[in-house]
């Protein structure tokens, strides 16, 4: 692959695991996340345009939001705030800690859609076995690393993160003894641009606070895991070798991956972000004079809508109207499916903060934008395959790189600025 093709990879991975993870924002918690690593995998397999990988993009692009989504259990906005005070130990903390969080986002998430795209009918992942080590090995490094040895991250909120460092451990053994080379490659590159999206994004969000500019920096700091959490996701695929697999989807197989892409997910969504008092207090936060009570009404019931013609149209189109046992999916089947399911997210984050009555949210109408890039360069897309192999000394030195580089942040975030809202201390 040469570097202008990979540049291009690493940008389409990166605006639209970047664009979902930003609107990921206005729902968090697990559903959202999922949503938005659903997204940030089907991209990888619209980039490939490799027909084995059409025939199970649906399955590709759920290990992708299980991986991402299992991240959404972590709690981080305490550490968030480690990172907007002045003592250097406490800023620093809060870089490498946000570095963990999100490298376990990408080292899952990265992870699972890798054991997919490596499944085949000689080499089949065992998924019962895996799901089964993975949910011991939360169990026993949270019991270890929390209840036993004390080592809190975010107190007093949730410690989660141990469990999911729990089943990293656990994936990557899977990975290790069932010799899954490309998967592990695939899974330390998305983590490493994770883990740095997410500090980086952190500084660029203080930076922003103290400029004094008028914009949604969280939203920035959002966009900046899901950006180079995709590009490490892409690059880690794109610089790996990969079988070919069947290039025939099982119609049987298609049902619950579509069900949960395009059902549960957002209905979930829905559920758990369109309620009644968290619309009626945006609209009069900009508007107090708007019928907030008929306009919240009618936002419930276009979101919902939304979601059962997309989930119907989905299921028929590619489910219902299947009559064979196998189909062969098309590049322009997958590119539907990602468009459509992206453009629903926008409208979903449009619709729960009423930026359709205003103009007071811009970061809204970026979206629109992203999309529309992603529209363009998509098309343009052609990746290639190179295979560099596993070279562990250098992703040392990389991770040492990234470290030093948490401490210029560091040094440069409090040599800038006061005491900021929202700051918390680890240490005294």
Partial sequence: MNNRQLLYALLVAGISLGTAWAIRGQFG??????????????????????????????????????????????????????????????????????????????????????????????KPVQWPQLITEMTVGAILFYYLLIEQLGWLMTPPRSEAWAACFGMTVALFWYMIRHKQRSTIRLAVFAGLGGGFGFAF???????????????????????????????????????????????????????????????????????????????????????????????????????????????????????????????????????????????LYTIYSILITCAFMSLYRIEQYLYILNVAVLAILVKKTQASFSDRGLNISRWAVNFIFIVAIFAILTAVAISTHGELNGANRRFE
Avoid: C
């Avoid at 180079?228 to 989807?249: H, I, N």
């Avoid at 579509?258 to 207090?281: C, G, H, Y």
């Fill in 29 to 122: 918690h697990e559903q959202g996340a999922a949503w938005a690593g659903g997204i940030g995998g089907l991209s990888i397999v619209l980039i490939a345009k490799r027909k084995d990988w059409y025939a199970k993009a649906f399955q590709l692009a759920l290990a992708s939001a299980a991986g991402w989504g299992i991240g959404g259990i972590i709690s981080y906005g305490i550490v968030v705030g480690y990172a907007r005070g002045l003592e250097f130990g406490n800023v620093y903390y809060g870089f490498l800690m946000l570095g963990i969080i999100g490298g376990l986002f990408g080292l899952i998430g990265g992870g699972l859609f890798g054991l997919t795209l490596a499944s085949s009918r000689e």
């Fill in 201 to 343: 994004g952190n500084f660029l969000q203080v930076m922003g606070n103290v400029s004094g500019i008028h914009f949604n920096f969280w939203n920035v700091m959002e966009y900046s895991i899901g950006f180079f959490g995709g590009a490490g996701m892409a690059y880690g695929t794109f610089t790996s070798e990969w079988e070919t697999t069947d290039t025939q989807a099982s119609r049987s197989r298609l049902l619950a991956p579509i069900i949960i892409l395009a059902l549960v997910i957002p209905f979930f969504v829905w559920d758990q972000s369109f309620k009644t008092e968290r619309l009626v207090e945006t609209i009069q936060s900009f508007d107090p004079l708007a019928d907030a009570a008929g306009v919240t009404t009618y936002v419930q019931w276009v979101a919902l809508l939304l979601v059962l013609a997309f989930a119907g149209y989905t299921l028929f189109k590619y489910y219902i109207q299947v009559k064979t046992p196998f189909r062969e999916l098309q590049y322009e089947d997958i590119q539907r499916f990602f468009f459509l399911n992206l453009g």
